[in-house]
Structure formats: structure tokens, C-alpha cells
């Protein structure tokens, strides 16, 4: 027991306000993954990988997936790595919980588990390989070998919430291969939601383990229409703060407007932690909700520098900080700022041009922020596309985003002149 995090569990976090999805918000997402739980599509494929941009909702999707199953006696066990938490960020625990949850839920694999245990005390300090070998998959092979669920349902689902969040990124790559090979030696029905960032290191594992046809992905984008569902909870929580705020007497019945929250909708680009932190400043009491959407919306600045989206701020500073070269970083981005307005064709070999960069310095720079922005191909070049608005508004205040501030001014100027030279150029 010492071993298990009890924090990493669906329903135990321990957070004031953990992830969770509002009502009558991603049904489709949420019915597609049961779907695959349950052998409705995809019945070969022993894992979903379920990602997504930074803050896009994957562990409240997660969370309630599970929450669903768990009612139906489909979840086995469930981990949810968290990154500031020193019992959720590393592999260390994962398979303590798996094991006291199989115990717990098929309560046959107790005797062949506490043999284990018996047999080898350390055995929760050997490689995941063989903690998960006489933990999980022997005992579960032995009883299935002894027609154990015959008459018993098996519990086929595993969540691995965040895997992005585990400090070691080995780890995370061996774990994928780890489940890939395992299921296929062991031959058991089981099936694993993981769920995580599309790093570039999870996304070339998935690569490798995609060569068998047993894992399914499922990426949150626009193709789920997630502005509706930002809008419908924003729309709920104004009503909540209307009728029961402390300074409900002080807001105006039109408030807000249908143009402020349509506003919200679009800086929060579909992520959900936008939206989530934004009705939590707002509904903060040391304020009139009014004036607190003021400075959401940025029509008055904040009091005593107590800034809406300091979490915000902080993941997207963790995310920046994995670029290698910070100062080329800054460049790039403003550059690609500057042509939004200045050459709205503008691609990445524009970018590379302007800056005097090598081809494909770009891509290399801008590859550990995948969760913040990717470059698509339009037209044979390659263009910058951010997930989240509110991203540019980070970038352009240096309050918030520090080392990593995009002087716009500073920008234009720079391709201004790289536009004036070709004119020059030209003329001579």
C-alpha cells in the first residue's frame, strides 16, 4: 500500500478543482471512446490514443470516460500522471495502482499477486517490465487459463491519463512499447485509453506500435466542434454568477453580452482551461464580475496584479522552455506575427529567408512546442498555425510572458526592411 498513489486514481485527486467535463459538454468525444471500450468499432485495437492540444480537455474527457465505465463494471484501473505532484510524475507508483485496483475489481488475482509480493519483497523496485510481468499480466493470464471470468465479466479498460506529465520521457516511450508487446504475448482482452500531448517523442512511439493493427487515435480538433461546447458552458456559468454571486444585485440582467462571450469563445480557440480560468477570475469575490470580465477581456487592467490566467501563463511558460534556443524562438514567432498583417501568405521559408536561417531551422526550433502550435502544409509550404488565440496575447505582454516576449514593433520593422531590400534589390 505505501507503494500506491492514492492521488493518481480517477475519482481521488486531490486538487481543488480537478478536470472535469461540464455538463452536456463532449458527448461525441465521450461516446466515441466507449464505443471502442466496448468492442462497438475498432475491436482489434488494444489501445486509444486520445490527444490533443495543451489545455484541449483531455483529462476531463478522460476522468468522465472512466467515471461512465466504472458504473458499468468495465474500468480495471486507472492512473493520472500530474506533473507538480512528485507521487504522479514518475513510473515509479503506476504499477502499485494498477495491481491494488486488479485486486480490488477481480478479486481472484489477490492470492497469485500476494505470492508475488511473498516471493520477491522487492519486487515494486524491479523495471515496469517485470513489476507489470508478476503483477498484472501473469495473474490475469492465470486466472482467464482457469476459465475464472467464464461466469465473470472481465473488467477490460485501463486509463494512463497525462503520460506527457511523467518527468522521464523515456519512460514514456518504453511504457507504449512495454503495452504493445504485452498485450500481443499475453493474449488477454485487455484495452488502454492513454491519453496524453502529441509530443514528438509519444508521437514517434505511437508510430512504432501503430505497425500492428491494434491501436486506434483519436485527436481532439475543431472536427468536434468544441466552440459550441466552450459556449455552452460559458453560457451556464454567467448564469450561475447572475444568480447566485455575492454581487448578484450589482449586475445588469444584459450582462454579458452575446459579443463578449462570443469574444471568450474565440480566444479560448476550443481549450477548455481558457474558458475554465477565465469563469474563475470572474466569479472571484474580492471583485464585481463586471469589472473582472473587463480585465479578462483586457478593457481595464488587473488590481493589484492579480492576473486571470497566471496558470495559464505557467503552462505555456513549461511548454516554451523545452524550445533549445529561446532568443531564435522569439524571432521566428514574430516574424510569423508580423506576416499575419504584413504578408498574410508569408510560410515558414519566408520566415527562414527574412531570418537568414537554414531550410528546416524552423521545423527544428518549433518542434518540442507541438502541443502549443504545428505547421501545415498549404500549397507545398509550410505555415505556423497556433492552437490557442490566447497564445498571441501572451506573447505580446511582457508581464506575462517574460524571456519569452514578442516585441511586435520590433517585428514589422525587421520584415519591413526584408521587403523594402527586395523591392531595392529588384529595382537595381
Not at 480537455?57 to 470516460?65: F, Q
Not at 505511437?206 to 468536434?224: F, G, H, K, T, Y
Not at 514593433?409 to 526584408?418: D, F, K
Amino acid at each position: 500500500m505505501q507503494a500506491v498513489s492514492p492521488n493518481a486514481f480517477y475519482n481521488s485527486d486531490d486538487r481543488p478543482d480537478p478536470p472535469k467535463c461540464h455538463e452536456n459538454t463532449r458527448i461525441a468525444v465521450i461516446n466515441k471512446v466507449i464505443d471502442w471500450a466496448t468492442g462497438k468499432i475498432d475491436q482489434k485495437a488494444f489501445m486509444l490514443w486520445l490527444y490533443g492540444p495543451a489545455g484541449a480537455g483531455k483529462t476531463a474527457i478522460a476522468r468522465k470516460v472512466a467515471e461512465l465505465l466504472a458504473e458499468r463494471g468495465l474500468l480495471l484501473a486507472s492512473f493520472l500522471f500530474f506533473r507538480p505532484d512528485s507521487k504522479r510524475n514518475t513510473m515509479t507508483p503506476l504499477v502499485a495502482n494498477i495491481a491494488y485496483r486488479l485486486t480490488c475489481v477481480v478479486p481472484g488475482t489477490r492470492e497469485a499477486i500476494s505470492q508475488a509480493i511473498e516471493a520477491d519483497p522487492l519486487i515494486l523496485s524491479f523495471s515496469v517490465e517485470e513489476q507489470l510481468k508478476k503483477l498484472f499480466f501473469e495473474p490475469l493470464r492465470l486466472l482467464v487459463d482457469q476459465g475464472y471470468f467464464l461466469h465473470t465479466q472481465f473488467p477490460p479498460l485501463i486509463l494512463i491519463d497525462g503520460l506527457d506529465e511523467c518527468l522521464n520521457k523515456d519512460a514514456q516511450t518504453n511504457l507504449i512499447q512495454l503495452l504493445s508487446s504485452s498485450v500481443a504475448q499475453y493474449q488477454l482482452p485487455l484495452k488502454f485509453l492513454l491519453a496524453s500531448r502529441p509530443e514528438p517523442h509519444i508521437k514517434s512511439a505511437i508510430e512504432v506500435a501503430s505497425e500492428r493493427p491494434m491501436l486506434s487515435r483519436l485527436q481532439l480538433n475543431d472536427d468536434w466542434r468544441p466552440d459550441d461546447d466552450v459556449r455552452r458552458f460559458l453560457t451556464d456559468k454567467f448564469d450561475e454568477i447572475k444568480k447566485c454571486h455575492y454581487f448578484r444585485s450589482q449586475i445588469p440582467p444584459s450582462w454579458p453580452s452575446q459579443d463578449q462571450i462570443e469574444t471568450l469563445v474565440c480566444k479560448a480557440s476550443g481549450q477548455f482551461i481558457y474558458a475554465s480560468l477565465a469563469v474563475r477570475f470572474i466569479n472571484s469575490t474580492c471583485d464585481l464580475p463586471t469589472r473582472q470580465l473587463d480585465i479578462v477581456l483586457e478593457l481595464r487592467p488587473p488590481i493589484n496584479h492579480n492576473l486571470p490566467f497566471a496558470e495559464l501563463d505557467a503552462l505555456y511558460h513549461f511548454i516554451l522552455s523545452c524550445a533549445t534556443n529561446v532568443r531564435l524562438l522569439s524571432r521566428i514567432l514574430g516574424v510569423h506575427l508580423a506576416f499575419t498583417t504584413l504578408l498574410p501568405a508569408g510560410g515558414i521559408s519566408l520566415i527562414e529567408a527574412v531570418l537568414r536561417l537554414e531550410e528546416g531551422d524552423v521545423r527544428i526550433c518549433l518542434g518540442p512546442l507541438i502541443s502549443l502550435l504545428e505547421i501545415q502544409q498549404r500549397g507545398g509550404e509550410g505555415h505556423i498555425n497556433f492552437h490557442h488565440s490566447s497564445l498571441i496575447d501572451f506573447l505580446g505582454a511582457q508581464e506575462r510572458s517574460k524571456g519569452y516576449y514578442v516585441n511586435a514593433r520590433t517585428s514589422r520593422t525587421l520584415v519591413a526592411q526584408w521587403i523594402l531590400q527586395g523591392f531595392t534589390s529588384n529595382s537595381m
